[in-house]
């Protein structure tokens, strides 16, 4: 979800500790199709509601980023959202314990570090941002890195790092 003109930001969430997988993680809102839902597009709208009381359209729909595989082999198709008005959401589950935003351009001017990550078959280098006192990383990280890449032509420098 991306807000405001003069400054965009995108909005993330950061996952309760007690979670069994992804504690304390800063995420994307999202999650997975139901039943219910009539497309991707819906899909994605009532997550972005139910996780951040953000209430929005199709017609604030830009489209959909490149589709992404999970470590955990999860198919994850990222759709990008737009308002012209700067929003500000807030936790309504009891998975997510705080809504945040941060202005595209720290992405930018905080060139992040990269992991090799860990699992064994991916030989894929992840981004990680340390912004707003948060840890961006991992599938989050990498749909930002694409968003990037497909809106902005923007490619981050890799500067790979040994895991511990």
Same mark, same amino acid.
């Given at each position: /979800?991306?807000?405001?003109?003069e400054n965009?930001s995108l909005?993330?969430?950061? #996952?309760?500790? @007690?979670? &069994? ?5 800063? *995420?994307?809102?999202?999650? #997975? ?5 009539? *497309?991707? +597009? $819906? ?15 199709? +017609? =604030?729909?830009?489209?959909?980023? +490149?589709?992404?595989? *999970?470590? =955990?082999?999860?198919?994850? /198709?990222? $759709? ?9 959401? @807030?936790? $309504? ?22 992991? &090799? *990550?860990?699992h064994r078959?991916? #030989? $894929?280098? /992840?981004? &990680?941002? &340390? ?21 902005? +032509? =923007?490619?981050?420098?890799? =500067?790979?790092?040994? /895991?511990?």
């Amino acid at each position: /979800m991306i807000s405001g003109l003069e400054n965009p930001s995108l909005t993330l969430c950061v #996952k309760a500790q @007690y979670l &069994r997988t992804h504690a304390g993680e800063v *995420s994307l809102p999202g999650g #997975k199709l139901e039943l219910c839902d009539q *497309s991707a +597009n $819906c899909a994605a709208l009532r997550e972005l509601s139910e996780e951040t009381g953000l209430l929005l359209s199709g +017609n =604030h729909a830009l489209g959909f980023l +490149n589709p992404i595989q *999970s470590l =955990h082999e999860l198919s994850v /198709m990222p $759709c990008v959202f737009w308002s012209d008005e700067a929003l500000e959401g @807030y936790p $309504c589950e009891e998975e997510i314990i705080s809504v945040f935003s941060i202005p595209l351009f720290e992405f930018i001017e905080q060139q992040p570090t990269f992991d &090799r *990550s860990r699992h064994r078959a991916s #030989k $894929c280098s /992840m981004p &990680r941002w &340390r912004l707003a006192d948060e840890e961006i990383w991992g599938l989050t990280a990498l749909i930002i890195e694409d968003f990037f890449l497909m809106v902005f +032509n =923007h490619r981050f420098s890799l =500067h790979p790092l040994s /895991m511990p």
